[in-house]
Protein backbone atom coordinates (compact mmCIF):
# COMPACT_ATOMS: atom_id res chain seq x y z
CA UNK A 1 0.00 0.00 0.00
CA UNK A 2 1.31 3.47 -0.60
CA UNK A 3 1.26 5.83 2.14
CA UNK A 4 0.06 8.96 2.63
CA UNK A 5 2.46 12.03 3.17
CA UNK A 6 1.24 14.26 6.29
CA UNK A 7 2.70 17.50 6.87
CA UNK A 8 2.41 18.53 10.50
CA UNK A 9 2.82 22.17 10.35
CA UNK A 10 3.48 25.22 12.82
CA UNK A 11 5.80 28.16 13.00
CA UNK A 12 9.52 27.45 14.46
CA UNK A 13 9.26 23.72 13.46
CA UNK A 14 10.81 23.13 17.14
CA UNK A 15 7.88 21.59 19.47
CA UNK A 16 4.06 20.50 18.67
CA UNK A 17 5.15 19.73 14.75
CA UNK A 18 7.99 17.42 15.93
CA UNK A 19 6.23 15.12 18.40
CA UNK A 20 3.57 14.76 15.72
CA UNK A 21 6.53 14.09 13.27
CA UNK A 22 7.62 10.93 15.85
CA UNK A 23 4.63 9.56 17.09
CA UNK A 24 3.54 9.70 13.31
CA UNK A 25 6.06 7.47 12.70
CA UNK A 26 5.45 5.28 15.47
CA UNK A 27 2.11 4.97 16.15
CA UNK A 28 0.88 4.94 11.94
CA UNK A 29 3.64 4.49 9.88
CA UNK A 30 1.71 1.60 7.66
CA UNK A 31 -0.87 4.57 6.55
CA UNK A 32 1.37 7.82 6.93
CA UNK A 33 4.81 9.05 5.83
CA UNK A 34 4.91 11.71 8.65
CA UNK A 35 6.88 15.07 7.79
CA UNK A 36 7.20 18.47 9.61
CA UNK A 37 7.84 21.77 8.68
CA UNK A 38 8.03 25.47 9.57
CA UNK A 39 7.89 29.07 8.09
CA UNK A 40 11.05 29.35 10.44
CA UNK A 41 13.44 27.07 11.85
CA UNK A 42 15.06 26.70 15.28
CA UNK A 43 18.54 25.22 15.86
CA UNK A 44 17.49 22.56 17.86
CA UNK A 45 14.47 20.86 18.80
CA UNK A 46 12.64 21.98 22.28
CA UNK A 47 14.41 19.79 25.09
CA UNK A 48 11.38 19.60 27.26
CA UNK A 49 9.47 18.37 24.39
CA UNK A 50 12.47 15.97 23.38
CA UNK A 51 12.95 14.63 27.08
CA UNK A 52 8.88 13.87 27.53
CA UNK A 53 8.67 12.19 24.09
CA UNK A 54 11.93 9.84 25.07
CA UNK A 55 9.71 8.77 28.30
CA UNK A 56 6.68 8.55 27.25
CA UNK A 57 7.53 6.87 24.03
CA UNK A 58 10.81 5.59 24.19
CA UNK A 59 12.06 7.81 21.10
CA UNK A 60 14.51 10.13 20.61
CA UNK A 61 13.74 12.74 18.57
CA UNK A 62 17.52 14.10 17.70
CA UNK A 63 18.55 11.51 16.48
CA UNK A 64 16.03 10.97 13.84
CA UNK A 65 14.50 14.56 13.50
CA UNK A 66 16.04 18.13 13.03
CA UNK A 67 13.99 21.58 12.08
CA UNK A 68 12.96 21.92 8.55
CA UNK A 69 11.81 24.43 6.67
CA UNK A 70 8.46 23.85 4.36
CA UNK A 71 10.75 23.65 1.25
CA UNK A 72 12.73 21.35 2.92
CA UNK A 73 9.83 18.30 2.70
CA UNK A 74 8.13 16.69 -0.01
CA UNK A 75 4.66 17.82 -1.16
CA UNK A 76 2.35 16.16 0.88
CA UNK A 77 -1.27 14.50 0.62
CA UNK A 78 -2.65 16.09 3.92
CA UNK A 79 -1.42 19.44 5.28
CA UNK A 80 -2.01 19.16 9.58
CA UNK A 81 -1.54 22.52 11.14
CA UNK A 82 -1.14 22.14 14.69
CA UNK A 83 -2.73 25.77 15.78
CA UNK A 84 0.24 28.18 14.83
CA UNK A 85 -1.59 31.50 16.41
CA UNK A 86 -0.92 33.64 13.13
CA UNK A 87 -1.71 32.90 9.59
CA UNK A 88 -0.81 29.21 8.76
CA UNK A 89 1.48 28.95 5.74
CA UNK A 90 -0.31 27.90 2.55
CA UNK A 91 0.76 24.79 1.24
CA UNK A 92 -0.58 22.66 -1.91
CA UNK A 93 -2.29 19.25 -0.57
CA UNK A 94 -5.45 17.66 -1.30
CA UNK A 95 -6.82 17.65 2.69
CA UNK A 96 -5.83 20.03 5.25
CA UNK A 97 -7.08 20.22 9.25
CA UNK A 98 -5.78 22.49 11.94
CA UNK A 99 -5.41 20.90 15.42
CA UNK A 100 -5.80 24.03 17.15
CA UNK A 101 -3.06 22.99 19.85
CA UNK A 102 -1.27 25.46 22.42
CA UNK A 103 2.22 25.61 22.47
CA UNK A 104 3.71 24.16 25.73
CA UNK A 105 6.94 25.28 25.46
CA UNK A 106 8.03 27.09 28.46
CA UNK A 107 5.27 25.62 30.66
CA UNK A 108 5.64 22.85 33.27
CA UNK A 109 5.81 19.01 32.34
CA UNK A 110 1.96 18.14 32.53
CA UNK A 111 1.53 20.62 29.73
CA UNK A 112 4.08 18.84 27.55
CA UNK A 113 2.24 15.35 28.77
CA UNK A 114 -0.94 16.67 28.17
CA UNK A 115 0.01 18.33 24.44
CA UNK A 116 1.30 14.95 23.33
CA UNK A 117 -1.27 12.46 24.57
CA UNK A 118 -3.40 14.75 22.56
CA UNK A 119 -1.39 14.25 19.51
CA UNK A 120 -1.17 11.05 19.72
CA UNK A 121 -5.13 10.30 20.20
CA UNK A 122 -5.28 12.78 16.52
CA UNK A 123 -2.70 10.72 14.86
CA UNK A 124 -5.05 7.53 16.04
CA UNK A 125 -8.04 8.92 14.88
CA UNK A 126 -6.14 10.36 11.52
CA UNK A 127 -4.73 6.79 11.02
CA UNK A 128 -8.18 5.48 12.03
CA UNK A 129 -9.67 7.56 8.92
CA UNK A 130 -7.42 7.31 6.42
CA UNK A 131 -7.62 3.38 6.53
CA UNK A 132 -11.34 3.48 6.52
CA UNK A 133 -11.19 6.18 3.34
CA UNK A 134 -8.96 3.54 1.57
CA UNK A 135 -11.59 0.70 2.30
CA UNK A 136 -14.01 2.61 0.46
CA UNK A 137 -11.70 3.12 -2.54
CA UNK A 138 -11.11 -0.48 -3.14
Not at 79 to 104: A, F, H, Q
Request: glycine share 4%; with cysteine; proline share 4%.
Amino acid sequence: MTRIKVAFVCVHNSCRSQIAEALGQKLAADVLESFSAGTETKPNINQDAVRIIKQLYDINMEETQFSKLISDIPTPDIVITMGCNVECPYIPSKYREDWGLEDPTGKNDDEFVKTARVIENKILDLKKRIKNELKGLS
